[in-house]
């Protein structure tokens, strides 16, 4: 979003209540990448939320209240007018790419929408995952995947955020992937490799940074799951597990439910996707200028299961060109240490 440019050092303090019931907290919030992320008073994350799905429950006043979305419980209270500025401008930016129909046009075409999805439902399930896929438009991948990662951050323990690790990471992400990737995180615990989330977002195992001695397993975890997800949309493979109810749910009213979403983060943490084909992850590979082999090892460490990354290794006669500093690799293997 280009109306976080200017904020992306912002923060400052606030009190968060994670739901209705629960006991309000102090907390430190500052901006992330297209998230705003919730700190304890040990800069311990508590919640991230997608920056296109708040909405302020009380405008005009103060101190201003937000929620992260229209069927969440969470609450945070912010007095800071800079912050709460931003916040604003950002909702108004997003309000202004909306389209904005006439009313019976809505009501038609919502309509039409819901005969085309109970139609789906019953007999056509498919093309309906398809068809959802195809209309979900990228704010709202995001805000799914943002969702997402906190559910699954419950199971695998929070994202690691030593800064200096934040950093690496990010820079290797720009090395193997360039723009093709809006985001990667380091968790302590599960995935098995890497997972691609709907939004552009990549979860890494912390055993692919801390058990290797080189950056260029964690450069083939990335770049086998970028294969999958070109092949299997991650959205896709999200509604296809959910079921018809949460796609009409989704088209109907542009959300997923937070039940849904936690049992896909369990469902997806507990069954692997299946190898990417490897000819196909050669060539990204050799695309990105990274060897195969060391990837091929650390996934059958007798290479019998991927003896084609093996041989077809674009470097296998020759060193590969070096992908982050040996500084950088040193604080990667780091970045769960804080």
């Given at each position: 979003?280009?109306?976080l440019k200017e904020y992306?050092?912002?923060?400052?303090?606030?009190?968060?209540?994670e739901s209705p019931d629960a006991q309000r907290r102090d907390v430190l919030v500052s901006f992330g990448d297209a998230t705003l992320v919730i700190q304890d008073k040990t800069d311990t994350a508590l919640a991230h939320w997608s920056l296109p799905a708040i909405e302020r429950l009380n405008p005009g006043a103060r101190p201003a209240l937000f929620r992260p979305g229209p069927d969440a419980g969470e609450e945070l209270e912010l007095d800071d007018d800079t912050l709460i500025n931003?916040?604003?401008k950002i909702r108004k930016?997003?309000?202004?790419?909306?389209?904005?129909?006439?009313?019976?046009?809505l009501y038609v075409?919502?309509?039409?929408?819901a005969a085309i999805g109970a139609l789906g439902y019953f007999w056509l399930p498919g093309a309906l995952v398809r068809h959802t896929v195809s209309v979900v438009p990228d704010s709202k991948r995001l805000a799914v995947g943002t969702a997402l990662l906190g559910h699954m951050t419950r199971l695998t323990g929070d994202t690691c955020r030593s800064n200096l690790g934040a950093a690496a990471l990010a820079r290797l992400k720009a090395r193997v992937l360039g723009d093709g990737l809006r985001k990667a995180y380091v968790v302590p615990s599960g995935p098995d490799g890497a997972l691609y989330l709907p939004g552009g977002l990549l979860l890494l195992n912390r055993t692919?940074?801390?058990?290797h001695d080189a950056a260029d397993v964690v450069a083939g975890y990335m770049l086998a799951a970028t294969e999958q997800a070109s092949h299997i949309d991650p959205m896709e493979l999200l509604l296809e597990e959910a079921g018809g109810a949460a796609m009409l749910h989704l088209l109907t009213t542009g959300q997923i439910k937070d039940e849904v979403l936690r049992d896909y983060?369990?469902?997806?943490?507990?069954?692997?996707?299946?190898?990417?084909?490897?000819?196909?992850?050669?060539d990204r590979f050799a695309t990105a200028k990274v060897a195969a082999s060391p990837y091929a090892y650390a996934v059958d460490v007798t290479g019998e299961t991927t003896l084609n990354l093996i041989e077809a290794d674009p470097y296998r006669?020759?060193?590969?060109?070096?992908l982050i500093s040996d500084g950088d690799w040193i604080s990667l293997q780091e970045i769960c240490a804080e």
């Open positions: 979003m280009t109306a992306d050092r912002l923060e400052t303090t606030g009190i968060w209540r931003a916040l604003e930016t997003v309000e202004r790419r909306r389209p904005h129909r006439g009313r019976l046009r075409f919502t309509g039409l929408i692919l940074v801390e058990d983060a369990e469902t997806l943490l507990a069954k692997p996707l299946p190898a990417p084909n490897s000819d196909l992850l050669l006669d020759t060193e590969a060109p070096r």
